[in-house]
């Protein structure tokens, strides 16, 4: 499995930036009141991230100790998917949050009710994108010796070079 890249995050924010941005333009055009996040979110985004933290350590630990029994590959690679994906929902919703602060910010008056909201939803986002980075990290499995994989400067077709 590959890491998370960078650009996959930063693409997820700025599509979320938009979206946010877009869906208060289009709102207030129609009259309505602009989109304000549930306080509970940022709550809910937090509790996320300690759960992917959480569920991350005993991989960690069992990679990481020589007593530790053996990871379970399968464990470890529904952790890491699930950090990875925790990592792109905090970048949408911190990319949505901004495009709402973004929004609000730029009018005559600001509501602080929604600027409060769109802050806490922001903060919450970001917290879930480091924890999902951080468990993604926590579920790297060291490679063993006789893991290793014939690359472009090895045509050994899968031999092992030990004897």
Request: with cysteine; aromatic share 4%.
């Amino acid at each position: 499995m590959k890491r998370t890249r960078v650009g996959t995050l930063i693409a997820a924010g700025v599509i979320g930036a938009i979206v946010g941005f877009g869906l208060d333009q289009l709102l207030t055009g129609a009259g309505q009141s602009t989109f304000t996040p549930s306080l509970l979110l940022p709550a809910l985004l937090v509790m996320l991230a300690i759960a992917n933290i959480g569920f991350a350590l005993p991989i960690r630990r069992a990679t990481m100790s020589s007593t530790g029994g053996p990871v379970d590959p399968f464990r470890a690679v529904r952790v890491a998917m699930m950090a990875k994906a925790s990592s792109i929902v905090g970048a949408v919703v911190a990319g949505i949050s901004a495009g709402l602060l973004v929004f609000l910010l730029t009018r005559p008056v600001a509501p602080v009710g929604s600027v409060s909201a769109a802050v806490a939803a922001l903060v919450g986002g970001l917290v879930l994108l480091a924890a999902g980075l951080v468990a993604e990290h926590l579920c790297t499995i060291r490679k063993d010796d006789d893991d290793e994989q014939p690359g472009p400067e090895d045509p050994g077709f899968g031999l092992s070079h030990h004897h």
